[in-house]
Structure formats: structure tokens, C-alpha cells
């Protein structure tokens, strides 16, 4: 595809579209365990979203990996979901673990 002076990013988006859809046929089946998201997330409405998906007495594992304002957006929301007196009660349970990078 040629570049189009009047749409310059026209190139990026077409790639971008093409590997959203490959990535879309990859996963095909694995719905239920790998959750595409493009664009920022809204962490609370993802983290309860896998929460509520794996019901009474399941676990989620929150990985999250990038600056710091990341980890900590993170934290707060499985902070805010988590309530360890339901958990003993057999309620979800969510593991956490960070890693940061930088400088």
C-alpha cells in the first residue's frame, strides 16, 4: 500500500488492523483465557470481569509489568476487589505480582 500524503498514518493502521485480526484468529477457542485489549485499560472493570468469569472459590493472577503509576493503579484495584474475610469465606481469590522498569 502505497503512502497517502493526506493520511499519513493510513500504513500503521492497516498493519495494525491485519495483526488485531491475526491475533483475533490465534487465540480463536482460547476466549476464556486470553483476554485481547487494545488501548488503555480500565483495570477495575478487567481485574472484576476475570474475577466474576471464574466464580466462588476460583483465583485470578494479576501480572503487571511497567512504570510504576501502572503497579500502583494495579494494586489499588486488586486492593479495592479483594476482601480477605470472603476469601476464607471461599469467595475469588487474587494473587498479585508486580515488576517495574526504568531507570
Not at 485481547?36 to 503487571?64: C, F, P
Request: proline share 4%.
Amino acid at each position: 500500500m502505497p503512502s497517502d500524503p493526506e493520511h499519513p498514518g493510513a500504513l500503521l493502521e492497516q498493519a495494525f488492523a491485519e495483526s488485531s485480526q491475526q491475533r483475533a484468529k490465534q487465540s480463536a477457542g482460547l476466549e476464556r483465557v486470553v483476554f485481547w485489549h487494545e488501548g488503555r485499560a480500565d483495570l477495575h472493570k478487567a481485574i472484576e470481569g476475570m474475577m466474576l468469569s471464574v466464580g466462588k472459590g476460583g483465583t485470578v493472577n494479576v501480572e503487571a509489568c511497567g512504570p510504576r503509576s501502572l503497579l500502583d493503579k494495579a494494586k489499588d484495584v486488586v486492593q479495592d476487589l479483594s476482601d480477605m474475610e470472603a476469601v476464607w469465606k471461599g469467595e475469588t481469590r487474587v494473587i498479585y505480582h508486580a515488576e517495574t522498569f526504568g531507570w
